[in-house]
């Protein structure tokens, strides 16, 4: 009923879309300001902008709007993962606002019904270049996030099959390859965002890094990191053995676990790597990948798999190609299925309608153009509602 | 003395008909008597500008009218009614030639049009020359100012008896000057055969106009006339095709363009929302460089309709910036028919339904491109 009702208040804005505002500016104010049911501050809040900063209340009536994170909260949950020019853009804007959009709706709404006695869904999340992938991805990081999961965030795994200056065997297994820049990266950044987990996880076994060291059984997974850290020679080893124990750990029901990877067709694909003899390296020798791949399969449970196709950073992959099997091709495919998959697609017409709002206000469109209807238009029809493209031709105005 | 004198002319008379016949031995005899160096001088000048005689002339001309009745004959037409037009095609089809250059294939022309305008010798037998004006350098010139002004003096004399019989104002005779213009110093110098300097031209259009001002010039329009010359009339050959309507009831227009080796053709939607599909694809997908984006923009921002029509487009050939600019012709095109005659002729005024003349040069034997030559090496 409460739906329906919301339904009925939501009728008006939606009629003539992209109009209502230079419309009747001043009635829809005070109808958001109605909606919302929260008094706003001293000055109105814009009807691009939201109060609502914890995605658990993010709704329906939300969509297009911008909530933000303070910028505190995002170096603890975001140290890596954020898109560049995102990360720019809160450089600039000295905040962090971040669209609530129609497929993070949906995600966050199958994420809150999880049932963590089942096996771990998949999501897999695509669509054309640009269209805010990376960015749902990251919006329901922050919901987990914010709900006290364990957020395992691997923000590219593009990074790992590509452009590695060192590449070692790994001393586990002969035939496999280390990366140990990556590996420690990665480390430090899992480090920053889930510390105070890394402290209440033990190890359930003894792992034995060289003669000399060693973890024993039941100290702190935080020890581990720390041995990844400061031994970069075993940052790959020191990955697998957290990757391995959060899985043995998490159907124990002590935590909730989210594993979110961007750029998933990169553990199937090709690399660009090669062996000392050139041949080619195929991305289940590297140990990062076959970690990573033992992670994404759904046999365990208390958490949920939320990963996202990329093309731009795809190796061997036309730029036209943006569907699951076309990305994943039949061995990632085969290893997904089943999974749900949540399409993204470019702005809808309340969306750029926000998104400029959005821009004008933080005086980011200069251009005396870009004020008027006909700029608004050109714009329109320049970026085809792409954020990505939108983003790009307003940062020259 | 006037003996003399007569042996004198017959002489240079002699040798000028001795340069053309060198076998009269009388003329030589002639020559040797007396004093001829200045004659001989004046003579070559007086060659310089006459290198067709008018006896050659005549020649070329009767040449031609046998040639053309030759060309009839061997084309199996009459030759009474053989027009220029036929002598064209017929030479075009005895000689056909490859060349780019339509000058430079075979023609047959009358000879007045081959052979270019010339001055007669100005002056008799008698070194008189024949105008009166010749000493002022720019004869013709100032034989024309000359001839205008008389007439501009006889128009106002014919006022002057108006005015006096009353009969002024029913009387006024006005040139029509609409569309025509004045002959452009070229074309005044073709005419007068002279060389003209910006100066004269101007004084010359400046009397002209001076004529024209006066009440009662249509006496003297004939004359006038001779010096204006018609404006093509623009042919209004854009034909703007009715709207289409297809099964849904939507009224759509198709269009076609080019721009160096693409072909395009679109068909424009009305009620649309500015989506816009080529060959299949969207076109953000189609063309992700910018520029290009802005070509297809460019008619609809034109009208202020950007977001109001959809467009189906296939385009072939060519690189992305020519395909987007065929692309542009073509929806410039189609949008004619939803239009006013007057947004019609705004598109056609800020050129985009203008196609694009330029296609690729072509490169040339002893450069390394179109226009780039080898590097030149001093040794």
Same mark, same amino acid.
């Given at each position: 009923m409460l739906r329906s009702v919301k339904g009925v208040i939501c009728q008006g804005p939606k009629l003539d879309s992209g109009y209502f505002l230079h419309a009747s500016a001043r009635a829809w104010l005070s109808a958001a300001v109605n909606q919302d049911a929260q008094i706003p501050a001293e000055k109105p809040r814009a009807?691009? %902008?939201?109060? +609502?900063?914890?995605?658990?209340?993010?709704?329906? @009536?939300? +969509?297009g709007q911008h909530y933000s994170i303070p910028l505190q909260e995002v170096k603890v949950v975001f140290p890596h993962g954020l898109p560049y020019r995102f990360q720019m853009q809160m450089k600039t804007f000295n905040e962090s606002c971040l669209m609530v959009r129609k497929p993070a709706l949906e995600l966050l709404g199958y994420l809150k019904s999880t049932n963590l006695a089942h096996p771990a869904i998949r999501y897999v999340i695509y669509g054309e270049k640009g269209t805010g992938k990376t960015m749902t991805l990251c919006h329901a990081i922050h919901y987990c996030a914010k709900q006290d999961w364990l957020v395992l965030h691997i923000p590219d795994a593009h990074v790992w099959v590509k452009n590695c200056r060192e590449l070692m065997q790994s001393s586990y297994n002969k035939e496999r390859f280390d990366q140990p820049l990556e590996a420690s990266t990665w480390l430090k950044n899992f480090k920053t965002s889930n510390d105070h987990f890394l402290k209440e996880i033990k190890t359930q076994q003894t792992y034995m890094w060289s003669k000399r060291e060693s973890t024993e059984k039941g100290r702190p997974l935080g020890e581990v990191v720390e041995q990844g850290l400061t031994r970069v020679k075993n940052a790959s080893d020191a990955v697998g053995v957290v990757l391995k124990e959060l899985k043995q750990q998490c159907p124990l029901g002590a935590f909730r676990l989210l594993v979110a990877v961007d750029g998933i067709n990169a553990l199937w694909g090709q690399t660009t790597l090669r062996k000392k003899d050139k041949s080619a390296v195929s991305p289940e020798e590297l140990t990062l990948v076959h970690n990573l791949r033992k992670m994404v399969v759904? !046999?365990?449970?208390g958490g949920a798999i939320v990963t996202t196709l990329s093309q731009t950073g795809s190796l061997f992959k036309p730029r036209s190609a943006y569907l699951p099997h076309e990305l994943l091709g039949k061995e990632g495919f085969d290893t997904l299925d089943p999974f749900i998959p949540i399409r993204v697609s470019n702005y809808s017409q309340r969306e750029f309608e926000s998104c400029y709002q959005y821009y004008l206000d933080r005086k980011?469109? @200069?251009? !005396? %153009?870009? %004020?008027?209807e006909e700029g608004r238009k050109e714009l329109l029809f320049l970026s085809n509602s792409n954020p990505w493209q939108l983003e790009r031709i307003s940062a020259y105005l | 003395m006037a003996a003399a004198v007569r042996r004198v002319l017959r002489a240079s008379r002699g040798w000028s008909a001795a340069l053309r016949a060198p076998e009269a031995p009388r003329a030589q005899t002639l020559r040797?008597?007396?004093?001829t160096t200045a004659v001989q001088k004046r003579n070559i000048a007086a060659s310089g500008p006459e290198k067709y005689t008018e006896a050659f002339i005549k020649n070329q001309i009767e040449e031609f009218n046998l040639g053309k009745r030759h060309l009839a004959n061997m084309m199996g037409e009459d030759p009474e009614t053989f027009t220029q037009e036929d002598v064209d095609k017929a030479i075009a089809y005895l000689f056909p030639s490859g060349l780019?250059?339509?000058?430079?294939r075979p023609i047959m022309k009358h000879p007045t049009e081959i052979f270019p305008k010339q001055r007669a010798i100005q002056w008799g037998e008698d070194h008189r020359p024949f105008h009166f004006l010749f000493y002022t350098g720019k004869q013709s010139f100032y034989s024309l100012m000359h001839d205008i002004y008389g007439k501009l003096l006889d128009i106002q004399k014919y006022q002057d008896h108006l005015r006096g019989q009353g009969l002024l104002a029913e009387n006024r005779k006005q040139i029509n000057l609409i569309g025509s213009r004045w002959l452009i110093k070229e074309e005044l110098e073709e005419m007068l055969v002279e060389k003209l300097s910006d100066h004269d031209y101007s004084m010359c259009i400046q009397l002209l106009e001076r004529l024209v001002t006066l009440p009662c010039c249509g006496i003297e329009e004939e004359y006038v006339l001779k010096f204006r010359k018609e404006l093509a009339i623009q042919l209004k050959k854009v034909v703007i095709e009715p709207l289409q309507y297809d099964d849904q009831g939507v009224a759509f227009s198709t269009g076609e363009g080019k721009r160096k080796t693409s072909r395009a053709s679109a068909v424009v939607y009305d009620n649309g929302s500015g989506k816009i599909t080529v060959n299949g694809v969207d076109y953000l997908c189609y063309f992700p460089v910018m520029q290009d984006r802005e070509q297809l923009m460019f008619p609809f921002q034109f009208l202020d309709r950007l977001g109001k029509h959809d467009m189906v487009c296939t385009v072939s050939g060519g690189g992305r910036s020519s395909q987007a600019g065929a692309i542009r012709l073509a929806s410039a095109r189609a949008l004619c028919s939803f239009i006013t005659e007057n947004e019609v002729e705004f598109m056609r005024q800020a050129g985009?339904?203008?196609?694009?003349?330029r296609i690729r040069e072509r490169k040339k034997p002893g450069q390394e491109g179109a226009r780039r030559k080898f590097t030149w090496k001093k040794r």
């Amino acid at each position: 009923m409460l739906r329906s009702v919301k339904g009925v208040i939501c009728q008006g804005p939606k009629l003539d879309s992209g109009y209502f505002l230079h419309a009747s500016a001043r009635a829809w104010l005070s109808a958001a300001v109605n909606q919302d049911a929260q008094i706003p501050a001293e000055k109105p809040r814009a009807v691009f %902008r939201t109060n +609502e900063s914890n995605p658990a209340n993010h709704a329906e @009536q939300h +969509e297009g709007q911008h909530y933000s994170i303070p910028l505190q909260e995002v170096k603890v949950v975001f140290p890596h993962g954020l898109p560049y020019r995102f990360q720019m853009q809160m450089k600039t804007f000295n905040e962090s606002c971040l669209m609530v959009r129609k497929p993070a709706l949906e995600l966050l709404g199958y994420l809150k019904s999880t049932n963590l006695a089942h096996p771990a869904i998949r999501y897999v999340i695509y669509g054309e270049k640009g269209t805010g992938k990376t960015m749902t991805l990251c919006h329901a990081i922050h919901y987990c996030a914010k709900q006290d999961w364990l957020v395992l965030h691997i923000p590219d795994a593009h990074v790992w099959v590509k452009n590695c200056r060192e590449l070692m065997q790994s001393s586990y297994n002969k035939e496999r390859f280390d990366q140990p820049l990556e590996a420690s990266t990665w480390l430090k950044n899992f480090k920053t965002s889930n510390d105070h987990f890394l402290k209440e996880i033990k190890t359930q076994q003894t792992y034995m890094w060289s003669k000399r060291e060693s973890t024993e059984k039941g100290r702190p997974l935080g020890e581990v990191v720390e041995q990844g850290l400061t031994r970069v020679k075993n940052a790959s080893d020191a990955v697998g053995v957290v990757l391995k124990e959060l899985k043995q750990q998490c159907p124990l029901g002590a935590f909730r676990l989210l594993v979110a990877v961007d750029g998933i067709n990169a553990l199937w694909g090709q690399t660009t790597l090669r062996k000392k003899d050139k041949s080619a390296v195929s991305p289940e020798e590297l140990t990062l990948v076959h970690n990573l791949r033992k992670m994404v399969v759904n !046999d365990w449970n208390g958490g949920a798999i939320v990963t996202t196709l990329s093309q731009t950073g795809s190796l061997f992959k036309p730029r036209s190609a943006y569907l699951p099997h076309e990305l994943l091709g039949k061995e990632g495919f085969d290893t997904l299925d089943p999974f749900i998959p949540i399409r993204v697609s470019n702005y809808s017409q309340r969306e750029f309608e926000s998104c400029y709002q959005y821009y004008l206000d933080r005086k980011w469109l @200069q251009h !005396d %153009r870009a %004020r008027t209807e006909e700029g608004r238009k050109e714009l329109l029809f320049l970026s085809n509602s792409n954020p990505w493209q939108l983003e790009r031709i307003s940062a020259y105005l | 003395m006037a003996a003399a004198v007569r042996r004198v002319l017959r002489a240079s008379r002699g040798w000028s008909a001795a340069l053309r016949a060198p076998e009269a031995p009388r003329a030589q005899t002639l020559r040797l008597i007396c004093t001829t160096t200045a004659v001989q001088k004046r003579n070559i000048a007086a060659s310089g500008p006459e290198k067709y005689t008018e006896a050659f002339i005549k020649n070329q001309i009767e040449e031609f009218n046998l040639g053309k009745r030759h060309l009839a004959n061997m084309m199996g037409e009459d030759p009474e009614t053989f027009t220029q037009e036929d002598v064209d095609k017929a030479i075009a089809y005895l000689f056909p030639s490859g060349l780019f250059e339509k000058r430079a294939r075979p023609i047959m022309k009358h000879p007045t049009e081959i052979f270019p305008k010339q001055r007669a010798i100005q002056w008799g037998e008698d070194h008189r020359p024949f105008h009166f004006l010749f000493y002022t350098g720019k004869q013709s010139f100032y034989s024309l100012m000359h001839d205008i002004y008389g007439k501009l003096l006889d128009i106002q004399k014919y006022q002057d008896h108006l005015r006096g019989q009353g009969l002024l104002a029913e009387n006024r005779k006005q040139i029509n000057l609409i569309g025509s213009r004045w002959l452009i110093k070229e074309e005044l110098e073709e005419m007068l055969v002279e060389k003209l300097s910006d100066h004269d031209y101007s004084m010359c259009i400046q009397l002209l106009e001076r004529l024209v001002t006066l009440p009662c010039c249509g006496i003297e329009e004939e004359y006038v006339l001779k010096f204006r010359k018609e404006l093509a009339i623009q042919l209004k050959k854009v034909v703007i095709e009715p709207l289409q309507y297809d099964d849904q009831g939507v009224a759509f227009s198709t269009g076609e363009g080019k721009r160096k080796t693409s072909r395009a053709s679109a068909v424009v939607y009305d009620n649309g929302s500015g989506k816009i599909t080529v060959n299949g694809v969207d076109y953000l997908c189609y063309f992700p460089v910018m520029q290009d984006r802005e070509q297809l923009m460019f008619p609809f921002q034109f009208l202020d309709r950007l977001g109001k029509h959809d467009m189906v487009c296939t385009v072939s050939g060519g690189g992305r910036s020519s395909q987007a600019g065929a692309i542009r012709l073509a929806s410039a095109r189609a949008l004619c028919s939803f239009i006013t005659e007057n947004e019609v002729e705004f598109m056609r005024q800020a050129g985009l339904l203008t196609a694009d003349p330029r296609i690729r040069e072509r490169k040339k034997p002893g450069q390394e491109g179109a226009r780039r030559k080898f590097t030149w090496k001093k040794r």
